[in-house]
């Protein structure tokens, strides 16, 4: 008889840490999504060499990746691994615009140290602002919870679950909180 896992154990089993092991081990987060793969903000992989990631439950189990596709401007890497399936689930992203007012969950892995569980922070969308080029714009999703340095990279869900944002950037100095719209992230991973 196959288990089925609770839509909790299903997003704690998607989110993961990244980080640089040769960079003084800076650390933000990544998550699985399907269709596309593992996702997280272009500037948690700046550097692209010595790069893991591992789930908070087994933290020595560290797997390298490389960076198959990295963007600056929408701010969003895909990432290659060797992961086996059966270690983590995958998200579905949202079909459905999110709106001002709209709840919102953001997860990811602030501060991580050894012990620390993944950090879920309810919220909503206080803004749809659009960040423009000069030959493109891109859409972002700024929610009212504070998004905390190594949360970058993580996702943010809406009310049904499903993934409407990639953190961008926030945090107590930050004067917004901002991820990238999901339809960004298809976009550009289909370009």
Not at 21 to 50: K, Y
Request: charged share 25%; with cysteine; hydrophobic share 35%.
């Amino acid at each position: 008889m196959k288990i089925t896992p609770t839509a909790s154990e299903q997003r704690d089993r998607s989110v993961w840490i990244v980080e640089h092991s040769g960079n003084g081990g800076e650390q933000g987060t990544a998550f699985f999504l399907s269709g596309v793969g593992l996702v997280t903000a272009a500037h948690c992989v700046e550097d692209p060499e010595d790069l893991l990631v591992y789930h908070q439950s087994t933290p020595s189990n560290q797997a390298k990746v490389s960076v198959r596709k990295r963007c600056e401007h929408h701010d969003l890497a895909i990432l290659d691994h060797a992961i086996s399936s059966n270690e983590f689930f995958e998200l579905e992203a949202a079909t459905a615009a999110v709106a001002v007012g709209d709840d919102v969950i953001a997860y990811g892995y602030p501060g991580y140290g050894p012990g620390d569980r993944l950090n879920i922070r309810e919220g909503k969308v206080t803004s749809l602002p659009r960040k423009h080029a000069i030959d493109r714009s891109i859409d972002r999703v700024e929610v009212l919870q504070e998004l905390s340095q190594g949360m970058s990279g993580g996702p943010v869900l809406d009310a049904r679950g499903k993934v409407v944002g990639v953190i961008h950037k926030g945090g107590p100095n930050e004067g917004r909180q901002i991820a990238t719209a999901i339809h960004e992230l298809k976009k550009w991973a289909a370009s």
